[in-house]
């Protein structure tokens, strides 16, 4: 499967929205510090989400009768990819516009599609996605939240974890169990639309190493939801999470993590006319790997653009992707510490030290290593379970 991979150009009419992307973001962030930028798509500002939006930059691959621009795969690659290379907070609007919105244009009711989508749009309604649950992690065939049919709707018990941006989001798409047991695996899983507004909703923030609370728990006690909650067809939830995963799993924010880190090194570098052969290396090794991805997430856009689901393509881009992200800071902080008498700048030590301390979440984000290799060798024949 992995051999439809395809070298794939940007169309010249994406291509030309970098220009008006860049001037705004160079206004936008001209005073935000190297390690600020390098929380980026973990970064959440709903007032910079709004400014995008007010330049038609949010739902951009979404229809016009529903507030998008009825633009491509690329047009969104170009914007997120100047997004997050120049380090914008982007987190209050990004899963909404990656994978909410795309999954209810596919599988939602005509309702659906008319009430969130423009709100999608217009940044007024951010998303976080309810998927892994504690004691499951990455497994979410074992899932245990649930919801039960009650009075022409659905009583929810259970518990998220990991779920990003929960106490701050509007919504949650969650996978539940809506018939049989955790025995069943695959079978009588469903997504629901939660308002996280509705009683029964506790949300807890969890802090991490670094100090930020980008996640949280969530727990559901005796939710009660509309009818109109479950999206798709009830017990089809893990064909549809899968379709929604590989918009997850294949964009830029799969390689892009680490290059606050990156530019802010690079301007040391031009600073100190640093030139030697171990920086040059450490540069060459970046960019030839950083290429590589990036034509194949490209290639993926390209799949996407096609109508095409490619889940196990997606899954080896994230898994090498983040493999990158990861190899960067370790990289970095060794090429700097072989010149110990050389002053480092503040900004340069502040930005490597908040990009070690994160980066091991990158290989948990999205799927582990194990779940994503496990894809992988199905897709290409090799295990069958």
């Known amino acids: 499967m992995i051999d439809t991979l395809e070298l794939t150009a940007i169309p010249t009419e994406d291509e030309s929205l970098r220009a008006d992307i860049r001037a705004f973001l160079d206004d936008a962030l001209a005073d935000m510090p190297p390690d600020q930028r390098a929380r980026s798509w973990m970064g959440f500002d ?83 996605i309810g998927m892994s649950e504690p004691n499951s992690g990455s497994d979410l065939a074992s899932i245990r939240t649930r919801a039960e049919p009650r009075d022409g709707g659905w009583l929810l018990n259970g518990s998220k974890i990991w779920t990003t941006n929960a106490h701050r989001s509007h919504y949650m798409i969650a996978l539940v169990r809506t018939s049989g047991t955790a025995a069943d695996r695959h079978q009588g899983l469903s997504q629901l639309i939660i308002d996280l507004s509705l009683p029964g909703i506790t949300i807890r923030p969890i802090e991490d190493l670094a100090g930020d609370a980008h996640f949280s728990e969530v727990f559901f006690d005796n939710v009660a939801l509309d009818a109109s909650a479950l999206i798709g067809t009830e017990g089809d939830g893990w064909q549809q999470v899968n379709a929604e995963l590989a918009f997850e799993r294949s964009g830029p924010e799969r390689i892009y993590s680490s290059m606050a880190l990156v530019q802010c090194w ?45 889940a196990t393509e997606a899954a080896l881009v994230k898994d090498l992707g983040t493999e990158l992200e990861q190899r960067i800071p370790d990289l970095l902080a060794q090429l700097l510490s072989q010149t110990p008498d050389r002053a480092i700048p503040p900004e340069l030590l502040r930005t490597l030290a908040y990009v070690e301390q994160v980066s091991p979440t990158y290989s948990l984000r999205g799927g582990t290593r194990e779940i994503l290799r496990g894809i992988i060798a199905r897709g290409l024949g090799l295990r069958s379970n």
């Open 46 to 128: 709903a007032e910079f989400s709004q400014a995008l939006a007010a330049r038609g930059w949010l739902g951009m691959t979404l229809p016009r009768e529903y507030g998008g621009a009825a633009r491509g795969h690329f047009a969104r690659f170009v914007l997120s990819e100047e997004l997050l290379c120049a380090g914008a907070p982007v987190s209050a609007h990004w899963i909404a516009d990656r994978q909410s919105a795309p999954l209810i244009l596919k599988y939602g009711t005509e309702t659906q599609r008319q009430f969130y989508l423009p709100r999608i749009c217009r940044a007024e309604a951010f998303f976080c």
């Open 266 to 310: 690079l301007s040391h570098c031009r600073a100190m006319q640093i030139n030697d052969a171990h920086t040059t290396a450490a540069l060459g090794e970046i960019l030839t790997q950083l290429a590589t991805l990036r034509a194949m997430s490209l290639a993926i856009a390209g799949q996407l653009a096609c109508g095409r689901s490619p």
